[in-house]
């Protein structure tokens, strides 16, 4: 019989161990994630964030959920 590669919760989902990061360590990887993907740094982006001048984009709309995370733990830090 083949090994299980995860153990499934009672819901019939796989069960996944959180992980957890601190303030400074989200904020740096957003910080690469938003130069990877719009060619700016972390402070543009709080920037235009905070603006309401962000383009209506897909990676713009994944990086701002990520973003909020950071607001919800302890405000955003421009």
């Known amino acids: ?3 299980k590669l995860h153990s499934a919760s009672s819901n019939g989902y796989p ?3 959180p ?3 601190s303030d400074d360590e989200l904020r740096a990887e957003i910080g690469r ?3 990877a993907r719009l060619g ?3 402070d543009e982006f709080v920037e235009a964030y ?3 001048t962000l383009p ?3 990676a713009v709309n994944e990086l701002v959920m990520l973003l909020r995370f950071v ?3 302890g405000g955003v830090r421009a």
Do not use: N, P, W
């Open 71 to 73: 607001e919800l733990s």
């Open 56 to 58: 209506d984009t897909l």
């Open 19 to 21: 992980v957890e990061i």
């Open 50 to 52: 905070q603006e309401g």
């Open 33 to 35: 994630e938003v130069e």
């Open 15 to 17: 069960q996944i161990d």
């Open 1 to 3: 019989m083949a090994e």
């Open 40 to 42: 700016m740094d972390y």
